[in-house]
């Protein structure tokens, strides 16, 4: 079974600074990786997807993430902070059979101007 | 005019009676899923479906049943809703028959059981 792990609760960062946010996986086979982001008061929109080629993807916002087989990771990059940017981020994984995504627990970012 | 729908938008209910929560899209998508997000545990999977005929259970589905009406049309039901159903609920859709499409997700359904 797949599995996502976001290992920080909560990432502070000043803006203009560059932030990360951590996410592991651990599925059977190829994996298909995915970030969410939600804003206060709404639902999850769609930011970036890993499925095959280039291990670093580029996706909305200025945000990118970079896959790294060996070490299981895909995390969620961005080279200046926006304030804008504060949100809720979920890192998802789906394996490559018939299977809905499954989630982890989410990363709260906080962007201090 | 947003693609996936979600009604009531909010909703307080009493432990113990019935309610439905549904969900609409337009997006042509032939698979549905519902969630459930609590702080601190992300989203879990309640059940989903692939097609108007196909429903499956997901990580947390025991209290919870859903009904595929049509395509576009996914509804939740708790049968006897109890307290710890408190939650953030939300509605998702994606396409086609591959592993790499997206899920769109509704905006959500803010359910207080009292």
């Known amino acids: 079974a797949q599995s996502v792990a976001q290992p920080e609760d909560q990432v502070n960062v000043a803006e203009g600074n560059p932030l990360t946010v951590k996410c592991t996986y651990s599925v059977s086979g190829n994996p298909y990786l995915f970030w969410y982001v939600q804003y206060p008061n709404r639902g999850l929109q769609f930011l970036l997807k890993y499925i095959t080629g280039d291990n670093l993807v580029k996706g909305s916002y200025g945000f990118e993430a970079e896959f790294n087989k060996s070490q299981t990771s895909f995390h969620l990059k961005k080279p200046s902070a926006l304030v804008s940017d504060s949100a809720l981020y979920f890192c998802?994984?789906?394996?490559?059979?018939?299977?809905?995504?499954?989630f982890g627990k989410g990363t709260r970012l906080s962007v201090i101007a | 005019d947003a693609d996936v729908t979600q009604t009531p938008r909010n909703r307080i209910t009493k432990t113990g009676k019935r309610i439905m929560l549904e969900c609409s899209q337009t997006?042509?998508?032939?698979?549905m899923y519902w969630y459930r997000q609590d702080p601190g545990l992300g989203l879990r999977l309640i059940y989903y479906s692939f097609d108007v005929k196909d429903i499956n259970k997901g990580e947390i589905s025991d209290g919870y049943s859903v009904s595929r009406q049509a395509q576009a049309k996914f509804s939740l039901s708790l049968e006897s809703a109890i307290p710890n159903q408190t939650a953030l609920y939300f509605c998702a859709t994606s396409a086609g028959d591959t592993s790499q499409e997206t899920q769109y997700f509704g905006p959500g359904t803010r359910l207080l059981v009292l």
């Open positions: 997006k042509g998508h032939d698979r």
């Open positions: 998802a994984v789906r394996d490559a059979g018939n299977t809905p995504l499954v």
